[in-house]
Nanobody, 112 residues
Framework: QVQLMESGGGLVHTGGSLTLSCAASVSIASMNDMGWYRQAPGKQREVVTNIISGTRINYAASVRGRFTIFRDLPKNTVYLQMNSLKPEDTAVYFC??????WGQGTQVTVSS
């Protein structure tokens, strides 16, 4: 099964930026559907953004205009650029692909 490893989380102040990385154990060139989810304490896991059929990109309303998903195919890595971070963005962020099992995630904490 495909494995995904997230990294890049950390502690930032409100308004700060972070870039999360998700490295896949196999080539992602044929993985047309990928994305990011997050889970805040006491809440259900929710979709943040995804790429569907390789081209269609969707964002949750709460992050649209602030977050950007992009892929580096030669590096088999998908990224999540997060700008203008808010305390409500605090969560564990998980990379997603239908072929893959969930990874450990990476913690993002935004202080007010």
């Amino acid at each position: 099964q495909v494995q995904l490893m997230e990294s890049g989380g950390g502690l930032v102040h409100t308004g700060g930026s972070l870039t999360l990385s998700c490295a896949a154990s196999v080539s992602i060139a044929s993985m047309n559907d990928m994305g990011w989810y997050r889970q805040a304490p006491g809440k259900q896991r929710e979709v943040v953004t995804n790429i569907i059929s390789g081209t269609r990109i969707n964002y949750a309303a709460s992050v649209r205009g602030r977050f950007t998903i992009f892929r580096d195919l030669p590096k088999n890595t998908v990224y999540l650029q997060m700008n203008s971070l808010k305390p409500e963005d605090t969560a564990v962020y998980f990379c997603w692909a239908p072929e893959a099992s969930w990874g450990q995630g990476t913690q993002v904490t935004v202080s007010s």
